[in-house]
Nanobody
Framework: QVQLAESGGGLVQAGGSLRLSCAAS????????LGWFRQAPGKEREFVAA????????YYADSVKGRFTISRDDAKNTVYLQMNSLKPEDTAVYYC????????WGQGTQVTVSS
């Protein structure tokens, strides 16, 4: 069984930056797809970014391209989301996910961007 734990969320001003981290325990994720999703109040959860196993490709939602960067450190069993040029519309609970079909999920971390 895999457990994921997000950290790094908080309150920032528009234009600011945050780096989210998601540490996994239970087993190594070096061979797993990893990703980030977010859910704003009253809205469906949406895809943000994904990264294939080390050396693979990255993917981003159009809304965050050029501003967010997903990365992974397999030695630390951790995936990151660097968020720059944050906008109020980025406000949401951010979740990390991993595995085939996104079978493993974290508990979420709140990101709030003030105008």
């Amino acid at each position: 069984q895999v457990q994921l734990a997000e950290s790094g969320g908080g309150l920032v001003q528009a234009g600011g930056s945050l780096r989210l981290s998601c540490a996994a325990s239970g087993r190594t994720l070096s061979s797993y797809n990893l990703g980030w999703f977010r859910q704003a109040p009253g809205k469906e959860r949406e895809f943000v970014a994904a990264i294939r196993p080390s050396g693979g490709s990255t993917y981003y939602a159009d809304s965050v391209k050029g501003r967010f960067t997903i990365s992974r450190d397999d030695a630390k069993n951790t995936v990151y989301l660097q968020m720059n040029s944050l906008k109020p519309e980025d406000t949401a609970v951010y979740y990390c996910a991993g595995g085939a079909g996104w079978g493993y999920w974290g508990q979420g971390t709140q990101v709030t961007v003030s105008s």
